[in-house]
């Protein structure tokens, strides 16, 4: 290992380092905030019945590897708006720790000029305060992002995802709203200008932070040129203090990539991934700055005291809605058959009766049920008490469902209905958007293969782009990630179909990356799939092959038969065009199988004419 120090107290000493902190900067003791993990888990638990401890504890941790927090927590800011804040109030606890107040020693000492972190606790404001550092600005507002550096020349705490208290210790909840209930919407262009100055001025030593931040923060990360030095530190239990340059990230980058850290190193010229004990590290750093290390406090098991949210269900009568927001997440999760269990018990008194309703249709068709979800749409909409905004919302499911199982006219009749009725947000209209041009897209791929007329065929994908286009544009107002990436995805495929392949290949990756960070499995497994018709479409068949077998592995566990069938025909159409016989009728019988069984006749045509080419030849 280099010996890394000397430069970084030589930069100290110079004023040029800042330090960034994430969420692990403010989990040691005696501060002991809970990460996001831990809140996840507490908060799930308050939804979730069972009939034992461990069998909620098994469901927790199949969640928990499938959704992400924010995307979590979202589901109750939909509902309860800025009261969902209050969740969050045990952040308020706990005392600084051994960074916090390091840091804050180093700001009385004119060695750093700044801290950028994405935390919403205040304990290092409170660390300033004991070390005598009085006079800092805090930022956490759009508008302290303008000329925000070294105002008046005074050391500044910059908050680029809000704060839960302001300086005198008011309440700014407001502030983190848009950061917790957005994860896609980019940060303010004031933020993100003031955080890139930051990159390009300083050298950057980052703490406690995962770079999972990939929609706001990550890109920045990526895209700002700097010859400034990176100081990753990668807490890592059970091991010495080690660094690894930048250089030697490039070269063996297959061991970091998994990690955004080793993407954020590897674009640098400059930076170093430091891994061991977080305390080691700043204890050393102690000790040849002022001559003394750090005592870290005897680590005691933490108890975290949640019993306030008791107290927040009653207010907000959590118990109307628990089965709805359960319901919810474990459909976001993909755990359709258990999301029904609690979306059927949702009580008629709730004012989310009628959207539990729609939310069993999805759950039901992806559990293969398509002719019981097709029917408790229907009779939500012939019952005459269902508001128009719910009806409009339940016509542009079924006109999905309706395409999805190529009954394009009857699909894009419901879909022009919703339409006619008006969409009650941007979010219905982006949805009602993108299933049109699904519908156009399916029909157009259909045709293909049914070898109609061209220019039929480009008519329909036209019409896909243009509808797509027009629902991107609509999600762009209200910045939905997921949607952003389902939306990219199906213009790749379309872009694909009328072969603009690097139009194509561009969109599809993109779509890919976002559903990685968002753990939407069976979303992704959808995107391989494509990529793999992407491939084919351009000849290269083993690429296309390697893309089709990772969805088929993924699909297996993620998704629809109907979705798993389609990637075995396409897998035995691959092999059939490649010259092995054998390999494509294992898979084209196993296809048509599941076609037969899930009455698809359409596809279950299309799959005994290949079947029958592959036999005569």
Known sequence: MKDVFPEIIEKLRGGKIVFFLGAGASEDAPANLPISSTLFREYASRLLNSDSESSQEQIISRLENKLRFEVFFQLFTNIYGETSIEMLRILENGEPNFIHTFIARLANHKLTPSVVTTNFDSLLEKALISEGVSEFNLLYLSNDFKDAFNKEGRFSVIKLHGSLQGKNEEKTYNSILVAVNQVGRKIEKDKIDCFRSILRNYHVAFIGYSGMDDFDLLPVLLTT????????????????LSSTHSNE??????????????????????????????????????????????NLPKRKKVFYDFNYLDQWGKEVDLELNKNYLAGLMLIHAGEYKKALEYLKNVPIESNQYNMSIIQQSVALKHSNNTDRSRDILVQLMKNKS????????????????????????????????????????????????????????????????????????????????????????ITRRIGNPYQFANIDDNIALSYGFLGKFPQ??????????????????????????????????????????????????????????????????????????????????????????????????????????????????
């Open 225 to 240: 040129k700097s010859n400034k030095t990176i100081y990753w530190v990668n807490h890592k239990s059970g091991s010495s």
């Open 386 to 473: 269902t508001p128009k905004h719910i009806i409009t919302k339940a016509l542009i499911q079924l006109g999905f469902l309706e395409s999805e199982h190529n009954n394009f006219a009857i699909g894009r009749r419901h879909l022009f209905k919703a339409a006619k009725i008006g969409a009650e947000n941007d979010t219905d209209l982006s949805s009602l958007h993108n299933n049109l041009g699904i519908s156009y897209l399916i029909e157009s791929e259909l045709f293909e293969r049914s070898n109609k007329p061209r220019h039929t065929v480009t008519y329909r994908l036209r019409c896909s782009i243009d509808n797509f286009r027009l629902a991107r544009r």
């Open 249 to 294: 990230i490039r070269l063996h980058l297959d061991k970091f990539i998994d990690n955004n850290y080793g993407k954020i190193l590897s674009s640098r010229k400059n930076g170093y991934l430091i891994e061991g004990l977080t305390h080691e590290f700043f204890s050393e750093l102690s000790y040849r700055l002022f001559g003394s290390r750090i």
């Open 504 to 617: 194509a290949r561009k969109k599809h990756f993109e779509a890919l990356k976002s559903y990685r960070s968002l753990y939407q499995r069976r979303e992704e497994a959808s995107c391989l799939d494509n990529i793999g018709v992407f491939y084919k479409k351009q000849c290269n068949y083993s690429l296309a092959l390697e893309y089709y077998l990772d969805a088929h592995k993924m699909k297996q566990k993620y998704s629809t038969l109907r979705r798993l069938a389609l990637t075995k025909h396409n897998i035995g159409e691959l092999y059939y065009l490649s010259g092995d016989k054998n390999n494509a009728l294992k898979w084209l019988l196993e296809a048509r199988a599941i076609f037969k069984d899930e009455n698809l006749p359409v596809y279950l045509e299309s799959v005994n004419d290949l079947i029958k080419q592959v036999k005569h030849t």
